[in-house]
């Protein structure tokens, strides 16, 4: 990171030939905030408390945070049944200084729905203080909040009739790769071959038998005008991918990768490292799709094996044993195709903060 | 013809069910309607549509992408502070139901047209009340509707009783499916205005949408709160009792028309053998009564308007001189009796002078139901040695 202008790389095509291409990399403009301005929004708000119950070395928090002190305007969360849900608002008690909603499971993109069209429409019809007995706010923006159980599998519907009809919200899934609520079983996004409680790793069984699904792409054939890969490793890129989303004119998806340190297993004080390592190793490329139009916003320098990624989880223990050496260089070779699919979509464009 | 609502056939229009609700919709113009098709509530949502795309209705149509989303758009948009209205029928509302329990504890005053229909399986599109039953116990209040005029005058009643604060609850409007929702009838509407002033505008309590106050709506109850929150909930159902008679008090005052009492009665003041059915069949049974009384026989009939919250008081002392009682239920509590059957048994059971109580099944799957069958019930339960089993009417053996 920290380049600029043009750089060779390269592409293979379709035929399975390496073409040399040029990537041309730009710098992010406008300016981001600075964790000093992001501080200085937490101290003057406090969108988002401590006191809650998140594990130690949870990175719901730490996405939240960041979202939260990018935006300036009045925010309204929604947030779907998981973790986060459950572990800042346990009555009486709250962790959230912004109106915050929870329905259920598998509805936060349809229960936004409702918030975003009852501002609109109560801000049409201009209803005064006096009519409804509070005071609507100038501007509002509605975010979500949904585990990649609610988003991936369970709320995809209504995820999904949200896209399409084009609400003017954002909707942020933090991606910990299972059901990590009830106990790490396996959802939709869980990698091939990790061990959860329900794909157990056992005499008869090396973790979960299928591929995950690229619920980013799922999100990018809606035709809504942004959506984006992040990580909480990277912040800078997440605060600017916050700012794009909020500032398109419809819906806006962000798929975030949220290491659990209970279900992946390892130390808690690894979790930004093991997320970074994600897109080190270009398992989970950081990516984002303007108004249909591809740019890759992390090209590695030197790319890592995803085995530097693995290794570092106890779920995947299995897959480094050398009588599963085959299955490693399996997901290598995935990765590495799913890499080689994106650049051809992303035509050489990369913007990093 | 006895309605309470006589239209006036000079002011009156011919409408179906559905029209007379989608009439009702535009006139309480709520802020956010969520839709979604279902046979046979469809004409609810497909005369309102046009109302609002000809500009007649300044309301926000959520086309979504199932019942479920439906209710938690209506959820969302309710909390948020404005006024939702939408309609379902059959799997439509059992698709609802989870998000209506959760509608009910969060107090949304949502008022929900139903074009009663069997519920699957087999399935099948015609009316029974299998879907209004199964929402018994989701805490919204229940409404049954004989005639288009009376969706009509409920649907606008209904969201006073949902938005008064004793109540803030959602309230369901049944209207049975074809029988009603298909079915053009003589239904004189209000002006325009009248309803709007009726209404008034919605001012929630505590908005969503307030930013001064943030509000954390929907939070997790662990076992030190939850059953408090519940009982909350229970009182506030019950207050719904009152406050169902308080509105149709001041509905008479603003429109003339005379809804009074939980249910009604027809020819039950002297009767020896009654009736208790809800919703359209109540018509055809009001001819069966006409018939057997002009052939000398003390018969009444007991319609409820409202099943939940049940007024269990007010139907005892309606029942306390009759011999024996005819409970029509069109649908199954399988393994038990009929719902409407449980509720009435319960009502009188501490009555010291219990009337005989008998269950009749009638017109699953929209099984028409016929005079005949109605005097069937009515003369079986005048045999003191008539068995108490279920009893199933107009089914081939």
């Known amino acids: 990171m920290g380049r600029e202008g043009e750089i060779p790389m390269t592409v293979t095509n379709s035929n399975g030939n390496a073409d040399s291409a040029t990537a041309t990399i730009t710098r992010a403009v406008p300016r981001v905030k600075t964790l000093k301005e992001l501080a200085a929004q937490e101290e003057r708000e406090k969108r988002f408390q401590g006191g809650h119950s998140l594990c130690a070395g949870c990175s719901i928090p730490v996405m939240v945070r960041s979202v939260l002190n990018t935006i300036d305007i009045p925010v309204v969360v929604v947030n779907a049944t998981g973790c986060l849900e459950v572990a800042t608002t346990r009555y009486p008690t709250t962790a959230w200084n912004v109106p915050w909603l929870h329905v259920a499971f598998e509805n936060a993109a349809a229960a936004a729905s409702g918030v975003e069209v009852a501002f609109r429409v109560l801000k049409r019809k201009g209803r005064t203080a006096q009519e409804l007995g509070f005071e609507l706010p100038g501007e509002v923006r509605v975010?979500?909040?949904?585990?990649?159980?609610?988003?991936?599998?369970?709320?995809?519907?209504?995820?999904?009739?949200?896209?399409?009809?084009?609400?003017?919200?954002?909707?942020?899934?933090?991606?910990?790769?299972?059901?990590?609520?009830?106990?790490?079983?396996?959802?939709?996004?869980?990698?091939?071959?990790?061990?959860?409680?329900?794909?157990?790793?056992?005499?008869?069984?090396?973790?979960?038998?299928?591929?995950?699904?690229?619920?980013?792409?799922?999100?990018?054939?809606?035709?809504?005008?942004?959506?984006?890969?992040?990580?909480?490793?990277?912040?800078?890129?997440?605060?600017?991918?916050?700012?794009?989303?909020?500032?398109?004119?419809?819906?806006?998806f962000l798929n975030v990768l949220a290491p659990c340190q209970r279900g992946w297993g390892y130390e808690p004080c690894l979790t930004v490292e093991i997320a970074r390592l994600a897109v080190e190793t270009r398992f989970w490329p950081l990516y984002e799709v303007v108004e249909g139009e591809y740019r890759l916003n992390a090209l590695p320098k030197k790319p890592k094996p995803v085995s530097e990624w693995l290794k570092t989880q106890k779920r995947f223990a299995h897959l480094l044993k050398p009588e599963n050496r085959h299955l490693l260089d399996e997901l290598q070779l995935q990765v590495d195709r799913e890499w080689e699919k994106l650049l051809r979509r992303c035509e050489g464009r990369v913007l990093e903060v | 013809m006895s309605a309470i609502v006589v239209p006036k056939l000079e002011e009156a229009e011919l409408l179906t069910g559905a029209q007379a609700v989608a009439h009702a919709m535009r006139q309480i113009e709520p802020d956010v309607v969520p839709v979604y098709p279902i046979t046979p509530q469809t004409p609810i949502i497909e005369e309102f549509s046009q109302m609002v795309a000809d500009g007649l209705c300044d309301s926000e149509i959520i086309n979504v992408e199932s019942e479920h989303s439906a209710m938690s758009a209506a959820v969302g948009a309710s909390v948020a502070g404005a006024r939702v209205m939408t309609a379902t029928a059959s799997q439509?509302?059992?698709?609802?139901?989870?998000?209506?329990y959760i509608a009910a504890s969060m107090r949304c005053p949502i008022v929900i047209p139903i074009g009663n229909r069997a519920l699957s399986g087999p399935i099948n599109i015609h009316c029974d009340h299998s879907d209004a039953y199964l929402a018994r116990d989701s805490?919204?209040?229940?409404?049954?509707?004989?005639?288009?005029?009376?969706?009509?005058?409920?649907?606008?009643?209904?969201?006073?009783?949902?938005?008064?604060?004793?109540?803030?609850?959602?309230?369901?409007?049944?209207?049975?499916?074809?029988?009603?929702?298909?079915?053009?009838?003589?239904?004189?509407?209000?002006?325009?205005?009248?309803?709007?002033?009726?209404?008034?505008?919605?001012?929630?309590?505590?908005?969503?949408?307030?930013?001064?106050?943030?509000?954390?709506?929907?939070?997790?109850?662990?076992?030190?709160?939850?059953?408090?929150?519940?009982?909350?909930?229970?009182?506030?159902?019950?207050?719904?009792?009152?406050?169902?008679?308080?509105?149709?008090?001041?509905?008479?005052?603003?429109?003339?028309?005379?809804?009074?009492?939980?249910?009604?009665?027809?020819?039950?003041e002297d009767a020896r053998f009654a009736l208790v059915a809800l919703g359209s069949t109540a018509g055809t049974a009001k001819a069966v009564v006409d018939e057997l009384r002009d052939r000398g026989q003390k018969v009444g009939l007991l319609k409820p308007w409202l099943f939940r919250p049940f007024p269990h008081e007010a139907l005892r002392e309606a029942l306390k001189e009759v011999e024996a009682v005819a409970v029509l239920d069109r649908a199954l509590s399988f393994g038990s009796w009929g719902p409407l059957y449980e509720e009435v048994a319960s009502a009188l059971y501490p009555s010291d002078n219990r009337p005989r109580l008998h269950n009749f099944t009638y017109g699953l799957g929209g099984r028409d139901v016929t005079p005949e069958q109605i005097e069937r019930a009515l003369t079986l339960i005048q045999d003191p040695k008539l068995p108490r089993t279920m009893h199933y009417l107009g089914v081939r053996a």
């Not at chain 1, 059901?179 to 979960?208: D, I």
């Not at chain 2, 509302?93 to 998000?99: C, R, S, T």
């Not at chain 2, 009182?235 to 406050?243: F, P, S």
Request: with cysteine.
């Open chain 2, 92 to 100: 439509g509302l059992a698709l609802m139901i989870e998000i209506l």
């Open chain 2, 139 to 268: 805490g919204a209040v229940q409404i049954f509707a004989e005639n288009a005029q009376e969706a009509y005058d409920y649907t606008l009643m209904a969201v006073r009783l949902a938005e008064h604060r004793k109540v803030l609850l959602p309230v369901l409007v049944n209207l049975d499916g074809f029988t009603l929702t298909h079915s053009a009838e003589v239904v004189q509407l209000l002006p325009d205005e009248l309803v709007k002033e009726f209404v008034g505008y919605y001012r929630p309590l505590h908005p969503l949408l307030n930013v001064q106050r943030p509000t954390t709506q929907g939070p997790f109850d662990m076992p030190d709160f939850y059953y408090e929150h519940k009982r909350q909930q229970a009182d506030a159902t019950l207050e719904a009792l009152g406050v169902f008679l308080e509105v149709q008090r001041e509905y008479e005052g603003a429109t003339g028309r005379g809804y009074r009492g939980y249910f009604e009665v027809y020819g039950l």
């Open chain 1, 143 to 252: 975010v979500v909040f949904g585990g990649d159980g609610g988003t991936y599998d369970i709320g995809l519907q209504a995820l999904s009739g949200a896209l399409e009809r084009g609400h003017r919200f954002t909707y942020i899934c933090y991606d910990n790769e299972a059901y990590m609520n009830t106990g790490n079983q396996r959802s939709g996004a869980t990698p091939p071959l990790a061990h959860t409680t329900t794909t157990p790793v056992g005499r008869e069984s090396l973790g979960k038998l299928q591929q995950r699904k690229d619920l980013t792409e799922i999100a990018v054939a809606h035709h809504v005008p942004y959506v984006a890969q992040a990580s909480i490793s990277h912040w800078q890129d997440l605060v600017r991918k916050v700012e794009a989303a909020l500032r398109a004119d419809g819906p806006s």
